[in-house]
């Protein structure tokens, strides 16, 4: 899954790089809540954040994924950075993790230009 912040570069112009920073962690710190020991995080731009879910398909980690949605959202700061995310899966025994990260990454700009639709799933 990626997790992207669209509205990252308005915050940090107005508020700084503290400002921002914290905010960044205080999400991230939400996403941490909500994932297992197992799941990772990762940082792949300022504004993007890359989560592998193993042994999960795709509807457990969509429905992990609008969990933590919800709870963003709900903090009326940081629902103004708005927030999309992109789900994609891997096949077992398929080697494309690359693939997979591209999929996720072009279905959260995908959501990044539909805010009715902030999880958008790409499956191969």
């Known amino acids: 899954a990626v997790l992207k912040m669209n509205k990252y570069v308005d915050l940090y112009k107005t508020h700084g790089r ?6 960044l962690i205080e999400i991230l710190s939400l996403v941490q ?29 969509e429905k992990i994924i609008t969990e933590i949605h919800s709870t963003i959202q709900d903090n009326e700061e940081f629902s103004r950075l708005q927030i999309s995310w992109g789900i994609a899966g ?4 398929s080697s494309g993790f690359e ?26």
């Open 99 to 124: 693939l997979m990260l591209s999929d996720a990454e072009e279905a959260a700009f995908d959501a990044s230009r539909d805010e009715a639709h902030p999880v958008i799933i790409y499956e191969n």
């Open 33 to 61: 809540e909500k994932v297992r020991p197992i799941d990772i995080l990762g940082k792949i731009f300022d504004n993007t954040y890359g989560m592998i879910f193993p042994s999960l398909n795709v509807k457990q980690a």
């Open 90 to 93: 891997m096949e077992k025994g």
């Open 18 to 23: 503290q400002t921002t920073e914290s905010r």
